[in-house]
């Protein structure tokens, strides 16, 4: 796996946990019918290509997704990750960290 791959593969996961976590009722991902009655799983991204691959992969495996691209800056885009305006968002897990809280001291994958 290169460095590239890895890096994706921990932002997915931990986006993934994120937004599974911050929605105690349901689980945007349970099912290929999750949001059938209440929509599509909302994706965001900054502007990177990819950040793109996320949807991609929901898209090609039948799930109905609405993107939300080239949001901009971790400003605009983690109050509406808070407030549940968006399902899944691909980012780096240190800098997330740090942007929710400044004070962290983990450095490792592992404590990240």
């Known amino acids: 796996m290169t460095p590239l791959h890895r890096t994706l593969a921990t932002a997915t996961a931990l986006v993934t946990s994120l937004a ?5 009722s349901s689980d945007p991902l349970a099912s290929k019918d999750a949001g059938a ?21 929901l898209e090609a495996d039948g799930r109905e997704v609405d993107r939300q ?3 901009g800056r971790r400003e605009v885009h983690l109050p509406k990750i808070e407030e549940r305006g968006i399902d899944l968002f691909p980012e780096y897990t240190g800098p997330l960290l740090h942007a929710w809280d400044p004070d962290s001291t983990a450095n490792s994958e592992a404590d990240v």
């Open 20 to 24: 599974v976590a911050s929605c105690a």
């Open 37 to 57: 009655g209440a929509g599509a799983i909302v994706i965001g991204s900054q502007q990177y290509y990819s950040n793109e691959i996320l949807a991609q992969a």
């Open 69 to 71: 691209f080239a949001i």
